[in-house]
């Protein structure tokens, strides 16, 4: 356990506040029964992973972290369509290029070669 009045009253409140299957109860939890001290706890990784799934399931439950999400799914699809619009565009005109280069050879061949005769 802490020797510190502080921290043992922070963690009494985090017990109070907090669930029990929350992770961190558990970690206040532990460390006031004296399993563990605060910097073995702190640094224990079944503790601190938990702690860090928590912490993205709230900041990914924020307003703003939703927002950025609709942003990034809007982004994502304005970037799709225009990639494919770009590459739609640069078929077509590699497509125009490939028709002209054959009607120009059709041309050539049909048109009698200069100084030749027409007939």
């Not at 669930?19 to 029964?33: N, R």
């Not at 004296?34 to 900041?59: K, N, V």
């Amino acid at each position: 356990m802490t020797a510190d009045p502080v921290a043992r009253a922070v963690l009494r409140r985090v017990t109070e506040l907090r669930p029990p299957d929350d992770p961190l109860h558990a970690f206040a939890t532990t460390v006031l029964s004296g399993e563990a001290t605060l910097r073995a706890a702190a640094t224990h990784p079944a503790f601190t992973e938990a702690l860090e799934a928590t912490l993205d399931a709230r900041l990914e439950a924020t307003p703003e972290a939703r927002l950025d999400a609709r942003l990034g799914a809007r982004l994502e699809a304005t970037l799709k369509t225009g990639l494919e619009a770009t590459l739609e565009a640069g078929l077509e005109a590699t497509l125009e290029a490939v028709r002209g280069a054959a009607l120009d050879d059709a041309f050539r061949r049909r048109l009698p070669e200069r100084g030749e005769a027409r007939g």
